[in-house]
């Protein structure tokens, strides 16, 4: 097992998946407009930190094993899978 160390000092080995279909729920306390959202959201997998563009609804999604999820993206879906490629890539996850 690899542990990572984040910048809030949380050791974690994380679970980075791509969701191509991110479902975002609603935002708890944040900031939201017609080009981007970010801050808490809670959806039906429970609470996690988003920042996104609305013109993407794919979503790289890492949860650590301290329970915390983010979700982020870019403005396309093909950028954003391009960013996955190379997180799994210098990760090794």
């Known amino acids: 097992m690899r542990l990572v160390q984040f910048g809030f000092g ?3 080995e994380p ?3 791509l969701d191509g279909d991110f479902q975002r729920g609603s935002r708890i306390a944040g900031y939201s407009d017609s080009y ?3 801050g808490n959201f809670r ?3 429970g609470n996690y930190t988003l920042a996104a563009y609305c013109s993407c609804g794919a979503c790289i999604v890492i949860e650590d094993m301290g329970g915390h999820t983010y979700a982020f993206n ?3 879906e093909q950028s954003t899978q391009e960013l996955y490629d190379t997180l799994v890539e210098k990760t090794g996850f």
């Open 43 to 45: 959806n039906s997998g």
């Open 36 to 38: 981007i959202q970010s």
């Open 15 to 17: 679970d980075i998946r």
């Open 10 to 12: 949380i050791p974690a």
């Open 74 to 76: 870019q403005k396309t």
